[in-house]
């Protein structure tokens, strides 16, 4: 063996033994120890770096953030302020200027007091033409309810209907005999319910007093006539008419509204009552009115 061979062994279990020797381990233990430590505080160092850059982010967009508010709030300000600005005139009372300008004159003043009369003026006239035409209507109505050429209704219907002296004769018994070619037409009337039996064929008087003299017992009005042929003379004394004297007969006149069916013959025989009547006895040349007192009872309604 030479001497560099036993160098390099000499040196080789000199160092096997400095590496097996505690102490080398026990320094070698710390160097890892240390070195570990080195290694941890290298690796925290920028971990809390990376901490603190997200709050700084955060910071700094919140700082961003309260800047564009703060530019959104100037932009918005100045529009808000120009929405209310014209607002608020509409809100002060007028100006005197503005009330004056306002204010009626005294020419339109009295302009529309002027046509405010005229409304009124037309207002009463319409209201006078109104009642007028009220009147109009009741005094058709009343005419209407009597009397009527061709009136249907019967004649102790219609006495019921109209008041006492409220008939009267449509026929104008002239116009009727007339108007007829057959010159009978008037006594025809006349004896088609059966007159002729108590008063002669034509109207001379026969059982019952003449139609033809001068004398009314009862009145001669239309009305009178009317009531006593339809009523009979017993209930018209019982409505409140008065006899004004008795004739030669003093039979009772019979009720004959059940016999003539409607009013309007009932009037045509009125009218040859009063076509045989010797001229000065008949209306309008003297007129007799019924004397008519309201009953008792029918006065209380």
């Keep these: 063996m030479t001497a560099a ?3 390099v062994a000499g040196l080789l279990i000199v160092g096997l033994a400095a590496v097996t020797s505690k102490p080398f381990q026990e320094n070698v233990l710390q160097t890892e120890a240390i070195h570990e430590k080195a290694t941890e505080s290298a690796q925290a160092e920028p971990s809390e770096s990376a901490d603190e850059e997200p709050s700084k982010v955060a910071k700094d967009k919140s700082a961003g953030t309260a800047a564009d508010e ?10 808000e302020t120009a929405e209310e600005t014209p607002a ?3 809100d002060e009372p007028p100006s005197k200027v503005a009330a004056a300008e306002d204010a009626p004159t005294a020419e339109e003043e009295a302009a529309e007091t002027k046509s405010e009369d005229a409304a009124a003026d037309e207002e009463a006239v319409e209201a006078k033409d ?21 009136d249907e209704t019967p004649p102790l219907e219609l006495v019921k209907q109209v008041p006492p002296g409220g ?11 007339e ?4 010159p009978d037409y008037l006594v025809k009337q006349f004896r088609l319910p059966g007159c002729n039996e108590c008063h002669g064929g034509g109207g001379g008087g026969g059982f019952c007093p003449a139609l033809s003299q001068g004398v009314w017992f009862w009145g001669n009005t239309d009305d009178v006539l009317f009531r006593l042929i339809a009523q009979g003379s017993k209930a018209l004394e019982e409505d409140g008419f008065e006899r004004i004297q008795w004739g030669t007969v003093r039979a009772p006149m019979p009720e004959m509204g059940h016999v003539i069916k409607t009013s309007d013959h009932l009037w045509k025989i ?28 029918k006065a209380a309604e």
């Design 5 to 7: 061979g036993l160098l």
């Design 70 to 79: 703060s530019s959104e709030a100037t932009e918005a300000a100045p529009a």
């Design 88 to 90: 608020k005139p509409a």
């Design 130 to 150: 109104e009642a007028a035409g009220a009147a109009d209507e009741a005094a058709a109505s009343e005419k209407d309810l009597c009397c009527k050429p061709g």
């Design 167 to 177: 008939l009267h004769n449509p026929y104008d018994w002239q116009k009727l005999k």
């Design 179 to 182: 108007e007829n070619e057959d």
């Design 270 to 297: 009125v009218s040859f009552i009063r076509s045989i009547n010797p001229p000065g006895t008949n209306p309008p040349e003297k007129v007799i009115p019924g004397r008519y007192t309201a009953p008792a009872g």
